[in-house]
């Protein structure tokens, strides 16, 4: 089944230009975010300008929900450690895991909530 908006297996039905002047650093910027989000520069820049669905990485989403998941099971796995009188390197190992899952998941975290926040912004 073709898209609707594209003709021949994914390639783009459009076909006008419209040129626009940005930074280097605006640039870089929206090459990344439509990196991120998964979406050609044109594709994204279209979905900015004219709405649609928010432009969250949906694989961003997905690795917050796992490294979730995996720090459960690891603060599982600290307790059953700590009542087996694990040595004290192996629980400082892991508690040191624990913290880094935490800084990856807020790190994660605070990029979807500041990508929200500037669509947000455009949209307005």
């Not at 044109?42 to 709405?51: L, N, Q, V």
């Not at 895991?97 to 990856?104: E, H, Q």
Request: contains cysteine.
């Amino acid at each position: 089944m073709k898209d609707k908006n594209t003709e021949d297996g994914g390639r783009s039905a459009a076909r006008q230009w419209v040129t626009i002047r940005v930074t280097e650093r605006e640039k870089t910027r929206l090459t990344e975010q439509a990196e991120i989000a998964g979406l050609s520069l044109s594709e994204y820049m279209r979905r900015r300008f004219f709405g649609g669905r928010p432009l969250v990485a949906h694989t961003d989403l997905s690795a917050v929900a796992e490294l979730r998941r995996i720090g459960g099971l690891l603060k599982h796995n600290f307790e059953t450690l700590r009542q087996a009188k694990a040595p004290p390197d192996i629980l400082e190992r892991q508690e040191d895991a624990l913290r880094k899952l935490v800084w990856a998941i807020q790190k994660i975290s605070l990029r979807c909530h500041h990508d929200r926040q500037e669509n947000q912004e455009y949209e307005n």
